[in-house]
Nanobody, 128 residues
Framework: QGQLVESGGGSVQAGGSLRLSCAASGYTFSDYCMGWFRQAPGKEREGVAAIRSRSGSAYYADSVKGRFTISQDNAKNTLYLQMNSLKPEDTAMYYC?????????????????????WGQGTQVTVSS
């Protein structure tokens, strides 16, 4: 079984930036849809961004479009989430996740129930 390990979380003031990383071992990116999800206290886990390396296509939640960028380095088997112009409402635990899709595309709207492999999460706290 593979492993997903997130890093890069922390505390930042509103307007600041952070880059999250997810080191993936045991996964071949070309066979997986890779995504970032987040969960704030008292709220459901939600999809933030997802990427399909075969096509290069990416999905972003409306709340992060234009501020967050998902990318991956296939040589390093690492997924990234560059987060700019952070807002207090971005405060959450951020999770990296993988869904085996083979030759298929990512789900149109990535949902937590559609992803079977998860990291342990990294906390992002944005203060006003």
């Amino acid at each position: 079984q593979g492993q997903l390990v997130e890093s890069g979380g922390g505390s930042v003031q509103a307007g600041g930036s952070l880059r999250l990383s997810c080191a993936a071992s045991g996964y071949t990116f070309s066979d997986y849809c890779m995504g970032w999800f987040r969960q704030a206290p008292g709220k459901e886990r939600e999809g933030v961004a997802a990427i399909r390396s075969r096509s290069g296509s990416a999905y972003y939640a409306d709340s992060v479009k234009g501020r967050f960028t998902i990318s991956q380095d296939n040589a390093k088997n690492t997924l990234y989430l560059q987060m700019n112009s952070l807002k207090p409402e971005d405060t959450a635990m951020y999770y990296c996740a993988a869904r085996f899709v083979g030759w298929l595309a990512c789900p149109t709207v990535p949902a937590p129930a559609n992803f079977g492999y998860w990291g342990q999460g990294t906390q992002v706290t944005v203060s006003s």
